[in-house]
């Protein structure tokens, strides 16, 4: 059984309203239990314990066979990435491909590492829109395969193989009833030799605009069908001055606003959508600050990577501006905006927590959590502190991975909506000891910067700040989807 935690929904307060949510939905969290409280109220909800008898009985029917079982998760979950000329080192289509790399593919799907989506299903907000990640019963049905000695199966149980595009289109032009994007911003060139190392490539490039424009929607693609193959993942950074103080980040060390994350963009992700009535606002004299990870793509290969923005129509203006921020530890060498962060110190041959705090000036819903640290990352929470003192899990992701960063999405039903005031507290753990295997040298001192070797600690979050007003409706309207009735402060009375 799959359980979903929910975004807390809150008004500060209201302390009886927001207890009764939270014994809803959110009490283990809040209460701090552990896993194994949670598989225990998993299992005394009788729900639980159907799913719990159930299983069995169905896995001893059958043993599951590639054709069968395996192909049809493999097309859903594994193909965008693992088929000829794209990024993964293996394709994933066949049987007679899948075979040899099965004990690996046990391996990596058993410890959640593949398809690579790092969220502790255990606690926090479990609701995304972009969730590629494998359920319980997918890997254990994968799991079962391996053990079972990875059959083949009937060949007429095979599904149709499953169509990729191999042309290079725009996914939301035709939406918008464009055949381009209204600004395409390009990356520079970059030539991956065959065979060499993973590289990141930091170009800079002017966005061009003269006036303040507000976007809509953005896709990332490389820049040719052949640039699949070595382009792992891209991120594209804004750079801008802001002049709203909401809207405000952290200064690096030559006094400039740190780029905070537009878009980032791997293999199978279609672009990003922005909510209704809501927008991101670009400057005029803004930069995009890309960080490419190219990897070997078994020839030489040059390619770039272009931006994809679509504006509302000039005049247009969303009611909601969403904002970026960088929440977490930083460089220690003052902290604009509203981050209060402690500074990125790791000794070595430890373990490190550093602990970061933002606080929410004005109401606002939380859309996106991506933890950025470097080598030696390990674990990232993000927590609210409501101004009535309670403190839930957004989210947690247990086991970073240096080489995927992911942005985590939240269902507009789920993201969660916090009152100003909320102190939003990131925890970023790195593991500076020889259990990394990541960690290029546990014995020396790790401090903040901009290389792999040093260290970040902070997460990128987008927030949609909404006044009283909108807030209170937006917190109605959550009631109402959630079929929060019994919350209603009359009924209680
Ligand atoms: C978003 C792209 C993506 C998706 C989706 C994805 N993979 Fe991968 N996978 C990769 C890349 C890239 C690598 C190699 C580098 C790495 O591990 O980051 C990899 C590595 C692997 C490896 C390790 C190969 C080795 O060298 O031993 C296995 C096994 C694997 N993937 C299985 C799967 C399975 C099974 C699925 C689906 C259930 C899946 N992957 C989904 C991109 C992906």
């Not at 794209?86 to 075979?99: G, Y």
């Not at 500074?343 to 373990?351: G, L, S």
Request: charged fraction near 20%.
């Amino acid at each position: 059984m799959e359980r979903s935690g929910s975004a807390p929904v809150v008004e500060s307060n209201d302390i009886r309203r927001q207890g009764c949510y939270i014994s809803h939905d959110l009490r283990p969290h809040y209460l701090g239990l552990g896993k194994e409280s949670l598989e225990m109220s998993r299992i005394v909800s009788s729900l639980g314990l159907l799913a719990v008898l159930a299983l069995p009985v169905a896995a001893a029917a059958q043993t599951p066979t590639f054709t069968k079982d395996i192909a049809p998760i493999f097309q859903n979950k594994c193909e965008a990435c693992h088929r000829p000329d794209s990024i993964a080192p293996m394709s994933l289509v066949t049987f007679e491909e899948s075979r040899p790399w099965a004990r690996s593919i046990k391996s990596r799907v058993a410890t959640r590492q593949m398809p690579p989506w790092h969220i502790d299903k255990t606690i926090g907000i479990q609701e995304f829109e972009n969730d590629r990640s494998l359920t319980d019963k997918e890997i254990d049905t994968i799991v079962k395969w391996v053990d079972a000695g990875a059959p083949k199966g009937d060949p007429k149980d095979m599904p149709p193989a499953k169509q990729w595009p191999n042309e290079q289109g725009w996914n939301y032009a035709k939406q918008f009833g464009q055949t381009e994007p209204d600004l395409v911003i390009k990356s520079l060139p970059w030539t991956q030799k065959a065979g060499a190392n993973d590289a990141w490539w930091k170009p800079v490039v002017e966005t061009g605009l003269t006036e303040p424009r507000w976007v809509r929607a953005i896709e990332i693609r490389p820049g040719s069908v052949k640039g699949r193959k070595i382009t792992h993942h891209a991120i594209a950074r804004l750079q801008q001055v802001e002049t709203d103080d909401l809207a405000s980040n952290p200064l690096d060390a030559n006094g400039n606003p740190l780029p905070g994350t537009f878009m980032e963009w791997a293999v199978g992700k279609q672009g990003e959508m922005m909510r209704p009535n809501s927008g991101k606002l670009m400057l005029p004299g803004s930069k995009i600050v890309w960080d490419v990870h190219y990897s070997n793509g078994g020839e030489d290969i040059t390619d770039h990577v272009e931006l994809g923005i679509y504006f509302y129509p000039k005049g247009q203006e969303p009611k909601f501006r969403q904002v970026l921020h960088l929440m977490g530890g930083t460089n220690g060498s003052g902290s604009g905006g509203n981050a209060l962060g402690s500074a990125v110190d790791i000794p070595p041959n430890t373990v490190k927590a550093t602990v970061g705090y933002f606080l929410l000036k004005e109401n606002g819903r939380v859309e996106s959590y991506q933890p950025h640290m470097h080598l030696r990352g390990k674990a990232m929470a993000m927590e609210a502190i409501l101004p009535n003192g309670q403190i839930q899990v957004l989210s947690h992701v247990s086991d970073f991975n240096f080489n995927w960063h992911n942005t985590y999405v939240y269902k507009e039903t789920a993201a969660p909506l916090l009152p100003k005031g909320t102190l939003i507290k990131v925890t970023a753990w790195h593991d500076n000891t020889a259990a990394n295997k990541a960690n290029p040298d546990p014995n020396v001192w790790v401090g903040y910067g901009d290389r792999t070797v040093d260290e970040m600690a902070h997460a990128w979050v987008n927030v949609t700040y909404m006044n009283d007003a909108d807030y209170r409706a937006a917190v109605e309207e959550r009631r109402k989807a959630l079929n929060l009735t019994t919350n209603n402060a009359s009924q209680q009375q």
